[in-house]
Each structure stands twice: as structure tokens, then as C-alpha cells.
């Protein structure tokens, strides 16, 4: 059987509600995903359920503490 690490791996990805269009739309930091080990899939864990807009998927940045906007400007 393989051992499991037992550190905790980040986050790959980040799961965005959007609600508005363009330069005006609010990005909100909704949860985190991590990529499957196949390369196949991400598995996502949301902190909230966004119930309004559209839910974005992104890669995580270095600067993605810094940049509130989800790499959309």
C-alpha cells in the first residue's frame, strides 16, 4: 500500500463568484481546488455557495493574496 503524505499540499486553483460584467464585476474568493493526480480533474472545496453570478475557476498566481480580481482586469 502507498504511504500518503502527510503534508498538506496548496491549493492549484481558485473558485471565484463573479457577479457583474467587465470593470465592474466583484470578484469573491468562494473556495480552493487542487488538481487530481491523473491530470484529468480538480477537486474543489467551497467555503460558501455562490447564489448569484457565475462561479470562475482559476490558477493560482503568485500574487493571488495581492490581486483580488482573479487575474481579470
Not at 492549484?12 to 487542487?34: F, L, M, N, P, Y
Not at 455557495?49 to 500574487?63: A, D, F, I, L, Q
Amino acid at each position: 500500500m502507498k504511504k500518503e503524505s502527510k503534508t498538506k499540499r496548496q491549493p492549484t486553483h481558485v473558485v471565484w463568484q463573479v457577479i457583474g460584467e467587465s470593470d465592474k464585476a466583484k470578484w469573491i474568493r468562494v473556495g480552493a481546488g487542487w488538481a487530481n493526480k491523473d491530470g484529468k480533474g480538480i477537486s474543489l472545496v467551497f467555503d460558501a455557495y455562490p447564489m448569484t453570478g457565475r462561479t470562475v475557476v482559476r490558477e493560482v498566481t503568485e500574487n493571488e493574496d495581492a490581486d483580488a480580481t482573479g487575474g481579470q482586469e
